[in-house]
């Protein structure tokens, strides 16, 4: 079975670069899982003639009943995507010293920089098994935020990876969520612009390897659900099986890797500004199985997240005005509402910003009107 991580470096420049340890996708699991249908968009037909309007009827469906589902032909290389795999699996192997050099600001809701494995699980004895780095888009606004030694070195091939990762996904999945809300092509697009101030980052992700035990401890703590907190969540393709979603049927079912694809979930400000129409998926991250349990799950994300220039107020579209989903509040233009940049600032400080995870079934989160569950069984 290839290994999560290679040990071996490929290179290191006699100016002292960092050794890069390049990764490879381990072998799906041969456990027989009960996975979710999901639906698969092919956005090679995108630039067909009457491809964006077919792509809009087959994503109908996933996202306002399901919420999540597969992106395939993206048009980005399989072998960049890989890099991008080694250039995460060479940070979370720098020392803990040189990961704590920016730690996240979750204390004013910030996510950009490094978040340690810390927290403790309740009482558990266990400690939280995931590491994360997140990067920001590569515009003038974001110029000092700081970087890792690793980030550095490859800032300029990280940057491109960022920007084709939006212009040739996530724009385009924004075209057909808004001709399937018969809005203008390009509402979605301007809402999440990628020149505009956001917390859109690029993540680096790991989780870490338990034992049965750890993970038996843990999750009696964080085997409920949860939502995202952002427009669009993109998660690469990596084998390693944990990532189940709640169905329409209430049921737990697990998320299939696709090879070379992508799986994608609607997330809570997109449920905000189209009144509930599409779903912002309960999903959460369960025990690998038995022959996967001792690999390291190494992630590759991206999230989009609506700006300070987005208000979280609902969209002007005639299908929800049909469905009578508008109120005459939702169409009053002067209503203060809080933006996308102050939702999901407020809601990243809420979860992230503690040492002790706790329960929190029965509780909510709830921010200028703009209210969701914190746990869901």
Known sequence: MAPSAVETPVSQAATGSILEKPWSRPAPTKEKLDWAPLTTIDLSRFDEPGGKQQLAKDLYDAVTRVGFWTVINSGIDDERVLRQFSIGNTFFKEPLEEKRRFPCNFAEGEYFGYRENSRWIGDTGV???????????????????????????HYDEIASFHRELYDKVLRKLFVLIAII????????????????????????????????????????????????????????????????????????KWVQPVEGGITCNAADTLTFLTKGFIKSTIHRVVTPPKDQINIPRLGLLYFSRPGAHTPMKTVPSPLLDRLGLLTDEDKDETREVPTGTEYVRARVKDVHHKTVLTKREGTSFDFKGLKVANYYD
């Open 181 to 252: 809300l018969e809005l203008p092509e390009n509402y979605l697009v301007d809402a999440h612009a990628y020149d505009r101030e956001s917390d859109d980052h690029l993540r680096y992700m790991i989780y870490n390897v338990r034992t049965q035990d750890e993970w038996d401890r843990a999750q009696g703590y964080t085997k409920g659900g949860h939502t995202d907190f952002g427009s669009l969540t993109l998660l690469f393709s990596q084998h390693v099986a944990g990532l189940q979603i709640r169905t329409p049927e209430g049921e737990w």
């Open 127 to 153: 400690k939280d098994n995931i590491e994360m780095l997140n990067i920001p888009k590569a515009i003038p606004a974001y110029e000092n935020v700081p970087k890792n030694r690793i980030i550095k070195q």
